[in-house]
């Protein structure tokens, strides 16, 4: 079946520009992360979503910063006035999650290919 | 200090060589994850454990719970496993988030 997909793979960006990259989940994952990546680095959280909610923000880096999945489906990650700081690759994964039954939580993550973010 | 802290941080073997990687963390988690990274970008999760071992192929990874540390293992290795290998460990109010390794990076002459 078809795996996370992301939009656009790369994107250049001039300096004070806004910014939306798109992630399409694996139909049925419940819960949706966005991860930063800068060069040489290990991914670091930006925010995690569980359908529609999104329960935790806490890694997001500034107010420029916003997510959003409002159908619990696709998820858009939103930055404004983008700063040469933000040129990162930009990885989202989601996973099961809970069950509609409340059965067991599945937390292996799927991780689509980023969005490389280059700011000028 | 990083929450997630692996070893070494580059790796070269000559293909057929035993290799392991090394992982520990200073926190309390749910689970750990052992990921593979190729050029370009995209991540394949290769483990998720809390407990004990597993076996996928060449590759096996432990953890100690008690120590907080992980290991992955490739036995026979091969050009084709040169990777970035991520250790992350999943936390967070709800269990969710993954906390990265810096990773390591690993290249297998042949």
């Known amino acids: 079946g078809a795996g996370v997909s992301q939009s656009p793979r790369y994107k250049v960006a001039k300096r004070g520009q806004d910014v939306a990259l798109r992630c399409d989940p694996i139909?049925?994952?419940?819960?949706l992360f966005w991860y930063q990546q800068a060069l040489g680095q290990g991914p670091e959280f930006l925010t995690y979503?569980?359908?529609?909610?999104?329960?935790?923000k806490s890694g997001l880096p500034s107010d420029r910063f916003f997510a959003e999945r409002p159908e619990g489906s696709v998820s858009t990650l939103k930055i404004q006035r983008t700063q040469q700081e933000d040129s990162a690759v930009y990885l989202c994964a989601s996973s099961l999650g809970l069950g509609v039954s409340g059965g067991p939580v599945i937390k292996t993550q799927y991780f689509g290919p980023g969005t490389r973010l280059l700011v000028l | 200090k990083n929450e997630v802290e692996q070893s070494p941080q580059n790796l070269t073997a000559q293909e057929g060589e035993f290799i392991t990687i090394n992982c520990s963390y200073s926190v309390g988690i749910s689970a750990l994850h052992w990921l593979q990274q190729h050029p370009g970008g995209g991540i394949v999760s290769l483990f998720m454990?809390?407990?004990g071992k597993k076996k996928h192929g060449r590759l096996i990874a432990t953890i100690n719970i008690q120590e907080k540390h992980s290991s992955l293992h490739i036995t026979a290795s091969h050009p084709r496993d040169s990777a970035v290998y991520i250790c992350?460990?999943?936390?967070?109010?709800?269990?969710?988030?993954?906390?990265f390794g810096a990773g390591t990076i690993l290249r297998v002459k042949s």
């Open positions: 139909s049925g994952h419940v819960s």
């Open positions: 454990l809390s407990s």
């Open positions: 979503f569980q359908n529609e909610a999104q329960l935790d």
């Open positions: 992350a460990v999943t936390r967070g109010e709800y269990g969710n988030k993954l906390v």
